[in-house]
């Protein structure tokens, strides 16, 4: 009995410990990753979307389901010069995938950049090197069929990683219905709205 | 068994991969690309060293019926905590190393070393115990990725510069998919045991595998013909 309390005692006090460490240590450093991943975003958005006047500034919608959608926009000479927002598929091999979509002023798909993905490394993570994106780049958003060769497009999937590029593909085509649903709404913003300074 | 001795164990004569044989999911897994492998191998490499003189500083606190919940939490925490204040701090090295960090907790060379090594031993010499662990295990990642990485893509890059590049070569995709892991890794450890024997011939004595002289202390007893040892017997 005496021993059991004993074994029960450490094992409390090793997990306190711990839990106290842990507590602290993401305390102090929640405000530093927000920043970094605040940094990362606007740097990325930077790559996907064409060269426009001051930082993308964000559109936030929320449709009667609830779902709220974030489209960055970037203007020149006071015209729309680009759209980009995140698109997820579910359908990832070791979970979701997430990417990034720059439109420029024509629809056309500027660049693609993967932001979360957690892909067999070596294999399936092959979807975000630039030989696999460039099969995307450059094509109209509507219009283009997003689809491996398995299921009928044009897309030539990884060797091996059929499903993540599957995905990737799914996650464009999620992005283009969230893109055609907003389009319009998009536009009448960024007419109306003037640059501003983004936080 | 001074400190550089011990240092210079892990990196051959008990090399976690090669002789100890520890951590196989993790070095199947990510050995597909030298980067990955050197990626894993670094950070094993910190955490083992971290983990290895914490748990010898508690190595005489902690019952011994609850050790092995101990040494994963402390394990556990660690890794948790170098995730976090890499991500806040370095976010470049974050990005390079981040995916491997949460597969450090899951890796038996940890564990293996806490129990046969850290919690028997004084701080300091944990502490060489896992560099040198942590550098062996760096250095076979990177021979087996090395391997893996050119045979299956004919060419070398770490962090986005190419480092070698084979030319008119047809790469074999089976060596950087699962099965080619396996064939490597077979492959190194035939040429290993190949080299240790005929070292033994030429110098007159007779080769032992250094398994059984591994597991004899191992108190978890998956093969010990002993039946468990005592810990520190």
Same mark, same amino acid.
């Given at each position: 009995?005496?021993? =059991? *309390?004993? =074994?029960v005692?450490?094992?409390? =006090?090793?997990?306190? *410990?711990?839990?106290?460490?842990?507590?602290?240590?993401?305390?102090?450093?929640?405000?530093?990753?927000?920043?970094?991943?605040?940094?990362?975003?606007?740097?990325?958005?930077?790559?996907?979307?064409?060269?426009?006047?001051?930082?993308?500034?964000?559109?936030?919608?929320?449709?009667?389901?609830?779902q709220?959608?974030?489209?960055?926009?970037?203007?020149?000479?006071?015209? =729309?010069?680009?759209?980009?927002?995140?698109?997820?598929?579910?359908?990832? &091999?070791?979970?979701?995938?997430?990417?990034?979509?720059?439109?420029?002023?024509?629809?056309?798909?500027?660049?693609?950049?993967?932001?979360?993905?957690?892909?067999?490394?070596?294999?399936?993570?092959? *979807?975000?090197?630039?030989?696999?994106?460039?099969?995307?780049?450059?094509?109209?958003?509507? @219009?283009?069929?997003?689809?491996?060769?398995?299921? @009928?497009?044009?897309i030539?999937?990884?060797a091996?990683?059929?499903?993540?590029?599957?995905?990737?593909?799914?996650?464009?085509?999620?992005?283009?219905?969230?893109?055609?649903? &907003?389009?319009?709404?998009?536009?009448?913003?960024?007419?109306?709205?003037?640059?501003?300074?983004?936080? | 068994?001074?400190?550089?001795?011990? #240092?210079?164990?892990? +990196?051959?004569?008990?090399?976690?991969?090669?002789?100890?044989?520890?951590?196989?999911?993790?070095?199947?897994? #990510?050995?597909?690309?030298l980067?990955?492998?050197?990626?894993?191998?670094?950070?094993?490499?910190?955490?083992?060293?971290?983990?290895?003189?914490?748990?010898?500083l508690?190595?005489?606190?902690?019952?011994?019926?609850?050790?092995?919940?101990?040494?994963?939490?402390?394990?556990?925490?660690?890794?948790? $905590?170098?995730?976090?204040? $890499?991500?806040?701090?370095?976010?470049?090295?974050?990005?390079?190393?981040?995916?491997?960090?949460? +597969?450090i907790?899951?890796?038996?060379?940890?564990?293996?070393?806490?129990?046969?090594?850290?919690?028997?031993?004084?701080?300091? $010499?944990?502490?060489?115990?896992?560099?040198?662990?942590g550098?062996?295990?760096?250095?076979? +990642?990177?021979?087996?990725?090395t #391997?893996?990485?050119?045979?299956?893509?004919?060419?070398?890059?770490?962090?986005?510069?190419?480092?070698?590049?084979?030319?008119?070569?047809?790469?074999?995709?089976?060596?950087?998919?699962?099965?080619?892991?396996?064939?490597? +890794?077979?492959?190194?450890?035939?040429? $290993?045991?190949?080299?240790e024997?005929?070292?033994?011939?030429?110098?007159?004595?007779?080769?032992?595998?250094?398994?059984?002289?591994?597991?004899?202390?191992?108190?978890?007893?998956?093969?010990?013909?002993?039946?468990?040892?005592?810990?520190?017997?």
């Amino acid at each position: 009995m005496k021993e =059991l *309390i004993k =074994l029960v005692f450490v094992m409390t =006090l090793v997990s306190l *410990i711990s839990g106290v460490l842990l507590a602290v240590t993401h305390v102090y450093t929640q405000e530093p990753i927000r920043q970094t991943e605040q940094r990362q975003l606007f740097d990325t958005l930077r790559q996907v979307l064409p060269p426009g006047e001051g930082d993308p500034v964000p559109l936030v919608f929320t449709n009667a389901a609830g779902q709220v959608t974030t489209f960055y926009v970037t203007r020149r000479n006071g015209a =729309l010069a680009g759209v980009a927002f995140a698109c997820v598929s579910a359908h990832g &091999y070791g979970g979701p995938v997430e990417a990034l979509l720059g439109l420029d002023a024509t629809g056309t798909l500027r660049g693609l950049e993967i932001v979360r993905m957690n892909e067999t490394p070596g294999l399936g993570s092959k *979807i975000g090197a630039p030989a696999f994106r460039a099969q995307f780049t450059g094509k109209p958003l509507e @219009g283009s069929v997003w689809k491996v060769r398995k299921d @009928g497009g044009p897309i030539d999937a990884i060797a091996g990683a059929t499903i993540s590029s599957r995905a990737l593909c799914d996650a464009v085509s999620q992005g283009l219905a969230r893109y055609q649903e &907003y389009k319009s709404a998009i536009a009448a913003a960024a007419a109306a709205a003037p640059a501003r300074e983004t936080p | 068994m001074t400190f550089f001795s011990e #240092v210079l164990r892990g +990196l051959w004569k008990e090399n976690p991969t090669f002789r100890i044989v520890l951590g196989m999911c993790p070095t199947l897994a #990510v050995t597909t690309s030298l980067q990955n492998g050197l990626g894993m191998g670094v950070a094993t490499l910190f955490v083992l060293i971290g983990s290895n003189v914490l748990i010898s500083l508690v190595r005489n606190v902690i019952p011994d019926k609850v050790r092995i919940p101990c040494y994963i939490v402390i394990a556990a925490t660690l890794v948790t $905590m170098v995730d976090l204040l $890499m991500k806040a701090y370095t976010p470049a090295l974050s990005k390079s190393l981040g995916i491997f960090i949460p +597969l450090i907790v899951v890796n038996c060379i940890i564990l293996g070393r806490a129990e046969a090594y850290a919690s028997k031993n004084p701080p300091l $010499m944990s502490l060489a115990d896992g560099l040198g662990m942590g550098l062996g295990f760096t250095l076979s +990642l990177s021979v087996i990725s090395t #391997v893996r990485e050119l045979l299956g893509n004919g060419s070398i890059t770490v962090w986005g510069s190419l480092a070698w590049n084979l030319k008119d070569y047809t790469s074999i995709l089976l060596v950087t998919l699962p099965p080619g892991g396996f064939i490597t +890794l077979g492959c190194l450890l035939a040429a $290993m045991n190949k080299y240790e024997i005929r070292l033994a011939e030429r110098q007159g004595r007779s080769y032992s595998p250094a398994r059984p002289a591994n597991c004899r202390q191992c108190v978890i007893g998956c093969w010990n013909p002993d039946g468990p040892a005592k810990p520190g017997a």
